[in-house]
């Protein structure tokens, strides 16, 4: 079965520094996508950064990076001198799949159980 | 780009009646729509994918016949809730995918809070 572990349920981090949530998955598809979504207390679900399975190098975007290592099945989000609007649950995902006849198919989000992560002054 | 909206943004009712809650992509039309439940400091367990114009994939777990989804258009997905109860109380979230491959894009969420 396919499976998303954030291995760390809260972070912290001092504002400036720099702070890597974990992440890895199980499955046996070679080609997939790998996501970093981030909830603030607003609840609004807002894309961090993708990754695609067959890209060797790491995505970027701006002060977000990962530490994508396929083989181990880890997926690390790294997050550079850190705001305080960073301050949100951060959550993996991995997307499976799906064909199907009519549209062409989808992308299923297999999310992990989140990381909390609050930015201090 | 990629905007998703959610109407409305929280409700409350009474036991036994229905609540409708559309979600719209704003600016592209999605392929594929799907419903999220959120409960109090968890992730997001997947309801149902929709596409336009066909019914509904529900996850095991989901009663299709209390969560109605209805997929009219590239840009409009709903999902009723069907004789809600207090337990139907909770979080959710829809998402719109761009392409086959997509990224899916999130709305804002809805608040539902059965009496």
């Known amino acids: 079965a396919q499976t998303v572990t954030q291995s760390q349920p809260e972070m912290s981090v001092q504002e400036a520094e720099t702070v890597t949530l974990s992440c890895t998955y199980d499955?046996?598809?070679?080609?997939?996508?790998l996501f970093w979504y981030k909830q603030p207390p607003s609840r609004q679900m807002i894309l961090v950064i993708r990754?695609?399975?067959?890209?060797?190098q790491n995505a970027t975007e701006n002060r977000f990076s990962v530490n994508f290592q396929k083989a181990a099945k880890s997926f690390s989000l790294k997050i550079s001198d850190s705001q305080l609007g960073d301050t949100a649950m951060y959550f993996c995902?991995?997307?499976?799949?799906?064909?199907?006849?009519?549209?062409?198919?989808?992308?299923?989000?297999?999310f992990g159980a989140g990381t909390r992560l609050a930015v201090h002054p | 780009g990629a905007v998703v909206s959610q109407h409305p943004s929280w409700v409350i009712c009474k036991s036994g009646t229905s609540v409708k809650i559309e979600c719209r992509s704003l600016?592209?039309?999605?392929?594929?729509m799907f419903w999220y439940r959120q409960f109090p400091k968890q992730s997001l367990m997947l309801m149902a994918t929709?596409?336009?114009?066909?019914?509904?994939?529900?996850e095991q777990g989901v009663e299709k016949d209390k969560f109605l989804i209805n997929h009219a258009s590239l840009t409009l997905s709903t999902l009723t809730v069907t004789s809600a109860h207090p337990e139907d109380s909770s979080f959710y979230i829809c998402?719109?995918?761009?392409?086959?491959?997509?990224?899916?894009?999130f709305g804002p969420g809805t608040r539902l809070l059965v009496l």
């Open positions: 995902a991995w997307a499976m799949f799906f064909s199907t006849p009519f549209s062409g198919g989808y992308n299923k989000l297999i």
């Open positions: 990754q695609e399975a067959y890209k060797q």
């Open positions: 998402s719109a995918s761009l392409g086959n491959r997509g990224t899916q894009y």
């Open positions: 929709s596409n336009e114009g066909s019914k509904a994939t529900y």
């Open positions: 600016d592209f039309q999605a392929t594929t």
């Open positions: 499955t046996s598809e070679s080609n997939y996508y």
